[in-house]
């Protein structure tokens, strides 16, 4: 009976990720080839794609961004050409390949933690099902970035967090899921020492910690011989402090609008032209919260409320106070960093994804009780069509004024 259940819930996730792997798969196909190419670095919300794909795809690139990455190239890399090895294809297909698999791992990861916090079946697909819609998955689950997996990584921590409640995990569990949340980004690490504090003493969340690190250090050293220019992320990155407390970054409450509502319903775009050859700098750091359509709006709305009882329903679970203890702490500590950090706050979106939705999924035990997956499930609606719509024009923006480009949908094509 219980091999059934298992069956029928994998049966879900699988379909809730081939639904993903479409989405994903359509809207990669509607940005311009030239947005992977050097003219378009930061035009994606301040993303460098050209020097991401470059890292996928080639051992001999510039890899300098392992000094706050630690261990992205030796994880991703590998993957992308082992893949490619097996299904032939051009730089771009080997790499977004991958993160299409990314994605269809962390929406099934997504479903399961969803059952692990007690949601029964149909409303884990329907807390799926706005994780599907959200901005944060559909803007960088679809282009060749290190952010989906980085998500993937503090989503493990938030699935051992959750098992740890079910049943007594063990330290090497606890050890490979610091590990993996420091592994593509430096900062995620911090769900990874809240996970340790939370399930153990002290002394031994130190040691456990302490080995995470000393694993991870150990692969960006073999990381350093194999990719051109790696850097040791256990040395510092002087150069992020050029992004501290940034004027362009707006004020407190647009900071607090990016952490907490663009990762769901992302606002309209706003651009910044840039002459030719460039493309457009596209940005939603200004823009007012729920510009980007009626459908938009409303899906805000339903969101704050899902947050807001999902606040209540956390706070009123003492059987989830060390999963409380770890999410609390990584979202807070986020969000402080990023009031000084960053000069477009959207491009953390998919790192605050799953937090934000593990704690709407306590919605349902809040006073809205069976109504939350509802509200889930409409709020994921009209966040698709509002997110859909916007990545939309948000592509269509990024050429009005730069030269002619081959779009990715013919390279995308033949996925």
Known sequence: MRRRSLAFDALIAVTLGSVALF??????????????????????????????????????????????????????????????????????????????????????????????????????????????????????????????????????????AALAVHRPVSDRLLTIASAASLSITVTNWIAGLALAISQRPWRRAVRISAIAFAVVAVLAVVQRSYYSFAKLFFLGSSEELDYVNLSRAGSLFDKLAAIFWSPVSVPGVLTQLQPAPGLNFLTVQLSTPASGSWAGAIALALWSLLLLAGVWGLASASRWRGFAMVLGLTLGIHALMHFFYGEETFLYAAHFLPMLLALAVFAQRSPLGRLAPALALAAAGFAAVNNTAVFATAARQLVQRAPAALSAASELHAF
């Open 23 to 160: 989405v994903l798969a359509t809207l990669s196909s509607r940005l311009p080839g030239a947005l992977y190419t050097p003219d378009g670095n930061d035009a994606w919300f301040q993303a460098d794609l050209s020097r991401a794909l470059r890292n996928m795809v080639d051992a001999s690139s510039n890899h300098y961004r392992t000094k706050v990455h630690p261990i992205a190239s030796i994880t991703i890399h590998p993957l992308v050409a082992g893949l490619r090895a097996l299904w032939p294809g051009s730089d771009l297909q080997a790499a977004m390949r991958v993160v299409w698999g990314c994605g269809l791992l962390w929406v099934a990861g997504f479903y399961a933690l969803c059952r692990l916090l007690g949601s029964g079946r149909i409303a884990a697909a329907c807390f799926s099902a706005l994780a599907i819609g959200s901005a944060g998955f559909q803007f960088w689950f679809s282009v060749p970035e290190t952010y989906a997996f980085g998500s993937l990584s503090l989503l493990l921590v938030l699935l051992t």
